[in-house]
């Protein structure tokens, strides 16, 4: 069943859906026919990568995943990144050993199995980057074709990917906002599916497995805070949905973590709308960031994520783009853990947090690089000195 995230309006989830008819906003998925039970949760263990947890997911009994392994990324403790930011109990959940190298891949994965399953013959997606990226790669795996509009901005091995994969790429002058202008004229058209950021629902049900591992990696337990770079936002929103359906089936117990979103000070919505105590993000003029991911300047998921951040107990940084490529390099010399500009964003922001006084050292945070930083490189060059 499908539950607008707004106005409340409920609708069988039997179609290709898009947004809202009623009022616009993002669907989310629920399975109230559905309890997944601790016999469930010790059945974990025999499962791999992210489907294990198809309890949870959108598959009906005999149906399979279109899958390329997605799920199952390492958890890591970084201590020496911890001890120079001055937090005692650092981990780094590193999204970069995804098929695509990105967190990307949950959520495509998810979307496009749903959407084959219900008849999709043809997919457009307007990316910043990595989406692009997973998208073309899950359309090859599903035998479905795939048009991507990227800015013509992204880094080009981000581009060279798209391709590789036999995406249908076109470049937009402009950013991702002007991107979706073209996939959803095109979707229009061509009666393709928009994989748009929750223009369907089911992107975020591939990333809410993010909560889960997270809880299956630390014993049913979790942090104390959770840092997050947000761009779209179906991460940290689809995590927060997570924890919430394992407190409902009695698989976690206390409180939930507090989330905390971190944006690049070049296009920062959702901390703007935070600080201001709105309740919906309004469009970023001029977004830049070199950080791609976290270029999306009116996130139709704004009202999810400030709706999660203040659930939790949590908050929203902006951090520079100098200190969060800075960042980026130095921990990836630290720890041999490849960082995307977005998970420099991530420590600068948990830096940023302890500074001010929202964390504490003692704190239990964990920090997520979404993505690869090999993406953000020209094949053949060298790094920034």
Not at 10 to 39: H, N
Not at 133 to 138: D, I, R, S, T
Not at 335 to 347: H, I, M, N, Q, Y
Request: aromatic share 6%.
């Amino acid at each position: 069943m499908l539950e607008c995230s707004d106005c409340g309006t409920r609708r069988s989830a039997d179609g290709l859906e898009t947004v809202c008819e009623a009022c616009g906003m993002p669907w989310l998925v629920r399975y109230p026919a559905r309890a997944p039970t601790l016999i469930d949760r010790t059945e974990l263990r025999r499962g791999h990568g992210m489907w294990r947890f198809r309890a949870f997911l959108p598959l009906l009994p005999g149906e399979e995943p279109i899958t390329l392994g997605e799920g199952d990324t390492p958890l890591l403790r970084v201590q020496r990144i911890g001890e120079r930011l001055g937090l005692e109990n650092l981990w780094v959940k590193d999204e970069g050993s995804n098929p695509t190298g990105s967190f990307k891949a949950r959520g495509i994965g998810a979307a496009v199995t749903r959407a084959v399953a219900s008849g999709a013959t043809r997919f457009v997606l307007p990316t910043a980057g990595n989406a692009g990226v997973a998208a073309a790669a899950y359309g090859a795996r599903a035998g479905v074709p795939v048009r991507v509009y990227a800015p013509r901005s992204t880094p080009p091995t981000i581009l060279s990917q798209i391709l590789a994969y036999g995406g249908d790429l076109a470049l937009v002058d402009g950013h991702i906002g002007h991107c979706g202008q073209h996939a959803r004229a095109y979707a229009s058209d061509t009666g393709a599916v928009d994989l748009s950021t929750l223009r369907e629902p089911y992107r975020i049900e591939g990333k809410k497995t993010l909560g889960f591992e997270l809880a299956l990696q630390l014993g049913w337990t979790l942090p104390d805070a959770i840092v997050y770079p947000a761009g779209g936002g179906t991460g940290l929103i689809g995590m927060w949905k997570a924890f919430g359906e394992l407190r409902d089936a009695g698989w976690i117990h206390g409180r939930l973590p507090r989330m905390y979103a971190v944006q690049s000070t070049g296009c920062a919505p959702v901390v703007r709308a935070f600080d201001a105590g709105a309740d919906e993000c309004q469009p970023w003029e001029d977004p830049r960031t070199a950080a791609s991911g976290l270029r999306v300047p009116a996130p139709l998921g704004g009202r999810l994520m400030l709706q999660s951040l203040r659930e939790s107990g949590g908050a929203a940084v902006a951090i520079d783009d100098a200190v969060l490529e800075a960042e980026a390099r130095t921990a990836t010399a630290e720890t041999g853990v490849d960082f995307s500009p977005e998970g420099g964003a991530a420590l600068a922001g948990a830096r940023e947090l302890l500074a001010r006084g929202i964390l504490d050292p003692a704190n239990h945070v964990v920090a997520f690089n979404t993505g690869a930083g090999w993406l953000y490189r020209e094949a053949g060059g060298l790094p920034p000195t």
